[in-house]
């Protein structure tokens, strides 16, 4: 069907621009040899997953549940990092991924059997310290009292045997000149054992498909550490994949007033858009300008009853109608894979957009969505 014939709410993937991103990632590891798996947390639309594994190594996961996603839907090598593994899921996790990685040295005692056992490579989440991110604290795993990853001074070399990688993950939407000076940290504070290491993994957080993004900085970081220390990198990052390749399609339902002028979509920020409340965020919205700039500004608003289930103010050249469709842009990530039927609110349908602009609904939801997770 027509881009104009989906029904609403909808997510639509567009091909041609997860291709684009792909093709760059793809470059990365061409050029230099390194591994990037997608990390799910961002993007786990598995309809995409058999063009995503042509391009990329594999996935990576933050559990069990995401790890069977990615092995079940990709194949390819599965890599896995929980902040702590229960007993009762260790034997499945060890029969598929292919890296684990543990947050602690106490994990790492418990399970490290189980995994070298299984024929796994197990790896160490380090803390570098190294806060390169302003502003959001919720983000950054080495904000004070975070709960991710081991730290020089808890460091065991002596509890290293059968440990073949170090991982790190610091960043969020960050160049690569913050993940030079990441690395600089690394190195300050455990290169003494990175050439024991077989692999070094650099996390995500790298916004590697946005324009201004300095890939000649990240491939000379790369090419460091194969070069000083004979490490194998890998690279998982979830945005970069997915990063503005997808919108989410809405309807008008009515127009309201009150001091400024007000329309109810068909979707909800709270339900189909969490990060625009948590991150917080701006969605871009084709066709409209900040509040004030065009004739005619809007409050956008949910069709839940939080008060605060605002998408933002935007501005129109034309006045709204009901019925009138709004696309949002950059809505493959971090949306599909946090949705909730809070208030009863629908999911939106999944659709992927193909190359020649022909679109296609891949799953649709309906009331037993709702009522399957309540008891
Ligand atoms: C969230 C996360 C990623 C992916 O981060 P993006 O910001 O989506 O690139 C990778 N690795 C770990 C350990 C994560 O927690």
New binding site residues.
């Given amino acids: 069907m027509r881009f104009e014939e989906l029904p609403t709410p909808c997510y639509v993937v567009d091909e041609k621009l997860i291709v684009r991103n792909l093709e760059i990632l793809n470059g990365v590891m061409q050029r230099t040899g390194a591994k990037i798996v997608l ?1 799910q ?2 993007f786990s639309m598995t309809s995409m997953y058999p063009l995503i594994g042509k391009y990329l190594s594999g996935t ?1 996961a ?1 559990g069990l549940y995401e790890a069977r996603l990615g092995n079940e839907e990709m194949g390819k090598e599965t890599h896995v ?1 929980a902040p702590a593994y229960r007993e009762d899921e260790i034997d499945e996790i060890v029969s598929i991924c292919d890296h684990i990685i543990f947050n602690s040295f106490s994990q790492l005692e418990k399970f490290k059997s189980k995994a070298l056992q299984g024929g796994r490579k197990i790896g160490l989440r380090i803390n570098p310290e190294c806060s390169t991110q302003d502003g959001h604290e919720i983000y950054d795993p080495c904000s004070p009292g975070s709960r991710f990853g081991v730290k020089r001074e808890d460091f065991r070399p002596d509890l290293l045997d059968g440990v073949t990688g170090l991982h790190f ?1 610091t ?3 960050q160049n690569s000149d913050d993940l030079k000076t990441t690395l600089d940290a690394v190195e300050e504070k455990f290169g003494e054992w990175l050439s024991q290491m077989e692999w070094i993994n650099f ?4 916004h590697i498909t946005r324009e201004d993004y300095d890939l000649a900085t990240l491939e000379s970081c790369i090419k460091r550490m194969q070069d000083k220390y004979g490490l194998e990198v890998y690279l ?5 994949i997915a990063l503005n390749a997808g919108y989410l399609v809405t309807s008008v339902l009515d127009l309201h007033k009150n001091g400024i002028d007000i329309a109810i979509m068909d979707t909800s920020a709270t339900c189909h858009m969490p990060d625009v409340l948590e991150m917080p965020y701006r969605p871009p919205l084709f066709g409209s300008g900040e509040s004030g700039e065009k004739e005619f500004t809007y409050r956008l608003g949910g069709q839940t009853c939080l008060t605060g289930d605002v998408i933002g103010d935007y501005s129109f050249d034309q006045p709204l109608k009901t019925g009138d469709r709004l696309v949002f842009g950059d809505m493959a ?1 971090y949306t599909m894979v946090k949705t909730n039927t809070f208030n009863g609110m629908p999911l939106p349908a999944i659709a992927v957009q193909d190359r020649d602009g022909d679109c296609k609904v891949v799953r649709t939801f309906g009331y037993e969505d709702f009522k399957g997770r309540l008891a």
């Fill in positions: 990390a947390k961002a990576t933050s990092f993950h960043l969020c939407q996390g995500g957080g790298h998982e990052p979830g945005e970069a990530i």
